[in-house]
Every structure is written in C-alpha cells, then in structure tokens.
C-alpha cells in the first residue's frame, strides 16, 4: 500500500502545518484558508473539479489540511449557529455590544443612501441590524452557498420590505462579481465576525486591496476584528464545554465522505484547538486518535496515531498593526471602537 505519510508529495492547494512545531519552510500564502470559517453559510451541494482537486491535495499534502469552506454543509451552518450563541465565544455578542453602544456615532459616519454589500452574510442577522440603523438603498448578500443564501435573503426582504435585496453567490478568493443594475450612489462594504482572521496576512491584504477596488472612490469599509488578549480566553472558545465546536470540526470529515467519497471515520479523530502566540492565530486541527487508513476513489492516505489535519486559523490583531493593513490595503482614513475590555473593535475605513 502507498505510505504517502512518509514521503513529500507537491504542495497544492491550502496547505497548513499538521503539528503545532512543525511550520518551518511552510508559506502563508500556503497556510490560507479559502473561505472564512466563520461566515456561517452551508455548502450548495456542488463539486466543482476545482474543489475536488483542493480537497484531495490537501488530504495527500505532507502537511495534510481541509479548507475550511468544507465545514459548511447543512449541518455545519446550523452548528456555526450554536457556536455563536455559546458562553465561551465571545466574538459574535462582544462585536453586537459595539455596534448597539456606538450605534448613533456608526449612523453619523455612515451617510443613508448606500448599497450595502456584505461578506460571508450566512443568516443575514447582522446584516438585517446594520440595515435597520443605517436605511440604504439596497443590500447585496454575499456568500458561497446559494441555497442557504436565497433562503436568508427570502428572510430579511420579508423583515424589511422596501429594502431592496440581492443575493450575489460568489468565493472571496477571487473577485466580486455585483449585479450590473444597482442603484447609484457610494457603497460600503459589511465584514463582521472577525472572519477576516481566517486569512493569512497576505490574502488578507490582498482582500482588502479587492474590497478597495469594489467600493471605489469615496467608498467604505465596516469591519469587525478580533484582537489579541489572554491566551485561556482565546482557547476557550474554541474548545467550549458542550464540545459544539468539537462537533462542528469533526462535522467536516462526514461532508468530506458525502463530496469525494472518502471513507473517515469520525470515531479515529479527535478536535485539538491552541493559540499559536508565535503567528498569534487560533489553530484548529483534527488529530487521528488511532492509526487509521482513509480512502476514497483511486487514493488513500495512512495517518498515524497523533497525526493531524489541519482545518482552520484565526488571527488575532493589535488595533495598530491592523490599522496599517487598512492604509496598506488603499483606506485613506479610519476609526475604530472597542468594548471596555478590549477583546474586539469594529474598523470604519474609507477610501
């Protein structure tokens, strides 16, 4: 049998380190996840040859991964959902506080009349608060499942009738494609959650630098990010008491058998998650429990006991560096605002 473990194979796709000691000679561009893990969309049942490809060299890599746009089937979704209601995650009522807090000084910056375009819009209830404060012309959801994305967009046209809605089915890894016909006027641009942590710094940049170019001149940019804080309040989160997120990482090998027809046993695999303080990033991983054999049509991989597969990073920022990825990326000017601890802000970024 092929013992593909013990050997380099081309490094292709989303590639990560499969041990928290091993990442010398392992690029960001490499480690970069494809999609936020946080976007809390569901996958639209598709398999393009593309995505078949990245999912197979990421299982054979030396270092082997699973993008984290694979945790997102039905059942993904609804346990991203749980995640952000659990008392361990933080991000999502932290990042809420903000906004309800800085509400009228966010309205005042924030001219009426925009389109709204929002990234990774999942359920659209972030969205929905956001167009509520602000009153814009039109709001385009962006996101990677069509059916999960229709059905929140049918949502948030019924809650809010004379808003005009659209649905833009698009990775953010390349290009935003927006509907030819929207209406006038100066556009800002939605990324809350702190789903740009799950870039690594450079695609990250270069999303910014594409979010510039497609809110243009005298556009804007609302964003949330998490910041860098005590290290077991970081961990936590990732590691809550009910085990959902457990679930939800392990969640991603059964969608994997439904896609390639690979044959992981969830029952060999184990959730690890820790602070890499060193890229200060949160580092998702799923860590065979036993030695154990996958296959899947005209391929297989051997993991050994204490092997991982590496399924997700989450950067955390000072307010500063980020400040200087803003001017890096063509914001001219900014300000932020933070909860009384610190643990999160949300950037205003113009062009």
Same mark, same amino acid.
């Given at each position: 049998?092929?013992?593909?473990?013990?050997?380099?194979?081309?490094?292709?796709?989303?590639?990560?380190?499969?041990?928290?000691?091993?990442?010398?000679?392992? $690029?960001?561009?490499?480690? #970069?996840?494809?999609?936020p893990a946080s976007a809390g969309s569901g996958w639209s049942g598709e398999l393009s040859a593309g995505d078949r490809s990245e999912i197979i060299a990421?299982? =054979? *890599?030396?270092?082997?991964?699973? $993008?984290?746009?694979?945790?997102?089937?039905?059942?993904?979704?609804?346990?991203?959902?749980?995640?952000?209601?659990?008392?361990? %995650?933080?991000?999502?009522?932290?990042?809420?506080?903000?906004?309800?807090?800085?509400?009228?000084?966010? $309205?005042?910056?924030?001219?009426?009349?925009?389109?709204?375009?929002?990234?990774?819009?999942?359920?659209?209830?972030?969205?929905?608060?956001?167009?509520?404060?602000?009153?814009?012309?039109?709001?385009?959801?962006?996101?990677?499942?069509?059916?999960?994305?229709?059905?929140?967009?049918? !949502?948030?046209?019924?809650?809010?009738?004379? /808003?005009?809605?659209?649905?833009?089915?698009?990775?953010?890894?390349?290009?935003? =494609?927006?509907?030819?016909?929207?209406? *006038?006027?100066?556009?800002?641009? %939605? %990324?809350? !959650?702190?789903?740009?942590? #799950?870039f690594d710094p450079e695609p990250a940049l270069a999303l910014l630098r594409r979010v510039c170019r497609l809110v243009g001149e005298g556009g804007s940019?609302?964003?949330?990010?998490?910041?860098?804080?005590?290290?077991?309040?970081?961990?936590?989160? %990732?590691?809550?008491?009910? *085990?959902?997120?457990?679930?939800? #990482?392990?969640?991603?090998?059964?969608?994997?058998?439904?896609?390639?027809?690979?044959?992981?046993?969830?029952?060999?695999?184990?959730?690890?998650?820790?602070?890499?303080?060193?890229?200060?990033?949160?580092?998702?991983?799923?860590?065979?429990?036993? #030695?154990?054999?996958?296959?899947?049509?005209? !391929?297989?991989r051997h993991f050994r006991r204490g092997e991982r597969i590496h399924t997700e990073n989450s950067y955390k920022y000072d307010v500063d560096d980020f400040?200087?990825? /803003?001017? $890096?990326?063509?914001?001219?000017?900014? =300000?932020?605002?933070?909860?009384?601890?610190?643990?999160?802000?949300?950037?205003?970024?113009?062009?």
């Amino acid at each position: 049998m092929r013992q593909v473990e013990r050997h380099r194979t081309q490094r292709v796709g989303w590639l990560r380190p499969a041990l928290p000691d091993a990442h010398d000679g392992v $690029s960001d561009a490499q480690i #970069n996840p494809g999609l936020p893990a946080s976007a809390g969309s569901g996958w639209s049942g598709e398999l393009s040859a593309g995505d078949r490809s990245e999912i197979i060299a990421g299982l =054979v *890599g030396f270092d082997a991964t699973i $993008s984290p746009k694979f945790f997102y089937d039905h059942a993904g979704s609804t346990l991203f959902e749980r995640i952000t209601r659990l008392p361990e %995650y933080y991000p999502t009522r932290t990042e809420r506080a903000i906004m309800q807090r800085h509400r009228r000084e966010i $309205s005042l910056r924030i001219s009426a009349g925009k389109t709204v375009i929002e990234l990774g819009a999942g359920n659209c209830e972030k969205g929905k608060a956001l167009c509520a404060l602000i009153r814009p012309k039109c709001f385009i959801a962006v996101d990677i499942s069509q059916d999960f994305l229709h059905r929140a967009v049918a !949502g948030l046209q019924q809650a809010l009738p004379k /808003l005009e809605v659209r649905p833009v089915v698009a990775d953010l890894m390349e290009d935003i =494609v927006l509907p030819g016909d929207l209406p *006038g006027g100066k556009r800002l641009v %939605y %990324y809350p !959650g702190s789903s740009i942590g #799950n870039f690594d710094p450079e695609p990250a940049l270069a999303l910014l630098r594409r979010v510039c170019r497609l809110v243009g001149e005298g556009g804007s940019l609302l964003i949330g990010v998490d910041l860098i804080k005590d290290q077991a309040v970081l961990e936590a989160a %990732y590691n809550d008491a009910e *085990g959902v997120t457990a679930e939800f #990482n392990l969640n991603a090998l059964a969608h994997l058998n439904r896609l390639i027809g690979s044959d992981f046993d969830r029952r060999d695999w184990q959730h690890v998650a820790f602070f890499n303080r060193q890229r200060s990033r949160i580092e998702m991983h799923l860590q065979a429990s036993v #030695n154990t054999r996958v296959c899947w049509p005209d !391929g297989e991989r051997h993991f050994r006991r204490g092997e991982r597969i590496h399924t997700e990073n989450s950067y955390k920022y000072d307010v500063d560096d980020f400040a200087r990825v /803003l001017d $890096s990326a063509g914001f001219k000017q900014h =300000v932020f605002w933070t909860d009384p601890r610190r643990w999160f802000a949300v950037f205003y970024a113009q062009v």
